[in-house]
């Protein structure tokens, strides 16, 4: 979300949307600077591992220093306001982190080499991930107790991971493309270790849905925009599977009035994909999630209410006329 009042995007992402259906979350404000930004937020819910920021990015320290404190303190602050204002809720709350494979082609060791280069290393961040990540649900689970939470892991990087084009830090050369079945498997684990449905997210080409499909996540987020009808089949297998699809239709920026002008219209590329896959019209309300195509920190929070609402409206015109 854009700005840097919480307190204001709590509201927005938990009251702006009237009436069913809708799925409020917890906000990141990456405006507020180091710390709060998607990195190094979920950098500080690592468990036994800490980082500090250098020129470059995020560096693995020995640690816990300044820059691991000041993520965890604007959390909690997060927290504590999600707490107060959802206060009766009972239903889904989404709650963000990276995932595994683009925080490992993030964070850097002690040398400045992302620990995407180092198996090991790899394998040791999921680990603290996973069990940082258990403690945070849990955390959040206390506050807002009537809620249904669904995890979601947003792996922009996934894509970049599995081709081997991740550079080092040089920029001469790339990392090696990681085995297919390794990032399944790491996926998996974190899939497993969560009570809840588990959603990947990527705004980047070329999401690897049978992969994700196969990790056994309960939905993929994507930018409906750069889907082909090259993509037909494995979409449709995931959604047969029992995958939800979280459509990325409406722009994380741009114009209110253009952008924003027909709820219906928005979503006319999904009912197109629809009928190509030859689903049954019923299965769209149950299948599919009306999101913006990526995040909104770039937009106006004027845009960022207006867009969230648009998703809704969407979302609503699709169940009322899903042919």
Same mark, same amino acid.
């Given at each position: ?6 307190? &204001? ?71 504590? !306001? ?21 925080? +490992? ?53 996934? !894509? ?23 990032? &399944? ?43 082909? &009808? ?71 929070? +004027? ?21």
């Amino acid at each position: 979300m854009p700005g840097t009042d919480v307190r &204001e995007a709590v509201k927005t992402v938990t009251g702006s949307l009237e009436g069913p259906p809708h799925l409020p979350y917890v906000p990141e404000l990456p405006a507020r600077g180091p710390g709060a930004d998607m990195l190094g937020r979920t950098a500080g819910m690592l468990a036994e591992m800490y980082v500090h920021q250098e020129p470059s990015g995020w560096r693995i320290s020995d640690r816990p220093g300044r820059d691991t404190r000041r993520a965890r303190t604007w959390l909690g602050e997060d927290l504590d !306001t999600v707490e107060e204002l959802t206060q009766g809720y009972e239903g889904p709350l989404k709650v963000s982190a990276v995932g595994p494979w683009t925080l +490992a082609a993030a964070l850097e060791r002690r040398n400045g080499e992302a620990m995407l280069g180092d198996p090991g290393a790899v394998r040791d961040l999921a680990g603290s991930l996973t069990e940082g990540l258990g403690a945070h649900l849990a955390d959040v689970r206390r506050r807002v107790p009537g809620a249904t939470l669904v995890l979601q892991l947003d792996e922009p990087s996934l !894509t970049p991971v599995l081709q081997g084009s991740v550079r080092t830090a040089s920029g001469y050369r790339t990392y090696d493309a990681v085995d297919r079945a390794v990032v &399944e498997g790491t996926l998996r684990g974190l899939v497993e270790a969560h009570a809840g449905p588990v959603v990947v997210h990527s705004c980047a080409p070329g999401v690897p849905v049978a992969l994700l499909r196969r990790a056994g996540v309960a939905g993929i987020s994507l930018d409906a925009g750069l889907l082909t &009808e090259r993509d037909d089949e494995m979409i449709g297998e995931a959604v047969e599977g029992g995958v939800a699809l979280f459509a990325g239709v409406v722009p994380g920026a741009g114009d209110d009035e253009g952008a924003l002008s027909d709820p219906a219209g928005s979503v006319g590329g999904v009912r197109s994909l629809w009928r190509r896959l030859g689903l049954a019209a019923g299965l769209l309300t149950e299948s599919v999630v009306v999101t913006p195509a990526c995040g909104l920190a770039g937009a106006s929070p +004027a845009y960022a209410r207006r867009a969230l609402a648009h998703c809704a409206q969407a979302a609503r015109s699709l169940a009322d006329n899903p042919e």
